[in-house]
């Protein structure tokens, strides 16, 4: 039976593949760690949590002599808008703690799961089905970090042996979690203020169009990956990995028609949309495709119905006025 870590699981990501993962492998077998406790834990009736900062090694050499893992998915990391203001902390994080998992795992010779990001692209990349191997010069700081993070899990592959696998994920949209600092976060925000208010603001222009993705199929994704055999991949360390592919327009469309009041307005954050522009408008995942199964399930009319009726139970909706 396997023996998991999740580093980063309070995040976006973390918190819905923490339970698919338990639920697979049993509850005991996936511990989840973090730099900060969930808001929700129950230590009586949830999976066991551990606090784990990547930058400490004595932390993940302490977690590591405990559990006797064989498998981390490393998820801590700062996400792309953040790390464009504070670009030292995401450098600290990413590529720091990249290494700190990289040398555990190979101490303690464990599989590693890294992700990786559209974000590893720049401007001078394809923009229309973007190549799984092209040029990448990303612009970002967050970029940069992805762009060194797939080529160090290559290199520890290569020189130790180590088995690295990863994806590029592109948007991603959860109902479980809020949005935590990334330039795709429009395509959460937009359903919570749907059923919230019936409106929102968006920081992208209507027609910037990128590739996006809905958690259950990215969870999906990361554990069929893990389960691979190792001797169909070709590429191991980010695969570039796809669902759907739409403009802020297009997601209001679609919700205008569960909501036809809904409506959507545009006031453009240039940080984000610079950050945006430099990215594929979608990628080629045809690498994935084959040498792992990848195939998604959900697209924008089917995310979008069940986005809406996932947070329906959720969302605090605003109180109607009284009348006399």
Known sequence: MKKILITGA??????ELTTALRERYGQKNVVASD???PSDFNPRNDGPFEFLDCLDPHH???AMQIYEFDTIYHLAAILSAVGEAKPNQAWQVNMNGLYNMLEAARQYHCALFVPSSIGAFGIDTPKDGTPQDTIQRPDTMYGVTKVAGELLCDYYHKRFGLDTRGV????????ETEPG?????????????ALKHKKYTC?????TRLDMMYMPDAVKGMIDLMEADPDKLIHRNAFNVTAMNFTPAQAAEEIKKHIPEFEIEYKVDPVRQEIADSWPNYLDDSAARKEWGW???YNLETMTADML????????KPKEPKTR
Do not use: C, H, N, W
């Open 181 to 193: 600092g990334g330039t795709t976060d429009y395509a959460v925000e937009i359903y919570y203020e």
């Open 168 to 175: 590029r994920f592109p948007g991603l949209i959860s109902y």
């Open 309 to 316: 009726e996932k947070l329906s139970d959720r969302v605090e």
């Open 295 to 297: 195939s998604p399930s």
């Open 10 to 15: 309070v995040g976006q990501i973390g918190s």
């Open 203 to 207: 920081y992208l222009g209507a027609d």
């Open 60 to 62: 993940i050499t302490r």
């Open 35 to 37: 730099i900060r406790m």
